[in-house]
Nanobody
Framework: QVQLAESGGGLVQPGGSLRLSCATSISILDIGTMGWYREAPGKQREWVATVAGNGVTSYPDSVKGRFAVSRDSAKNTLFLQMSGLTPEDTAIYYC?????????WGQGTQVTVSS
């Protein structure tokens, strides 16, 4: 069982930045691929960023160049650094982790981009 706890969401103006955190209940070294997803009102949950256990990252075109995912094994935390935010980035952001063949999700953190 892996518990994930997101934090760092909030209200930010267009063009601003936020850093999301996802604390894990076990050593992050025991976790495989981790990622961030988001769900906007009335839309399906979509993939935002992935970082493999070896540190290789990937992003969809919608956030490439603006978002950066990283994992800190000392803090057992996954991060998502977001910049150049637009109202279209408004959503609940969820942390995801794969461990022992199972997928785990956090409760999500709200990000609102508005002036």
């Amino acid at each position: 069982q892996v518990q994930l706890a997101e934090s760092g969401g909030g209200l930010v103006q267009p063009g601003g930045s936020l850093r999301l955190s996802c604390a894990t209940s076990i050593s992050i070294l025991d976790i495989g691929t981790m990622g961030w997803y988001r769900e906007a009102p009335g839309k399906q949950r979509e993939w935002v960023a992935t970082v493999a256990g070896n540190g290789v990252t990937s992003y969809p075109d919608s956030v490439k160049g603006r978002f950066a995912v990283s994992r800190d094994s000392a803090k057992n935390t996954l991060f998502l650094q977001m910049s150049g935010l637009t109202p279209e980035d408004t959503a609940i952001y969820y942390c995801n982790a794969w461990a022992w063949g199972f997928s785990y999700w956090g409760q999500g953190t709200q990000v609102t981009v508005s002036s």
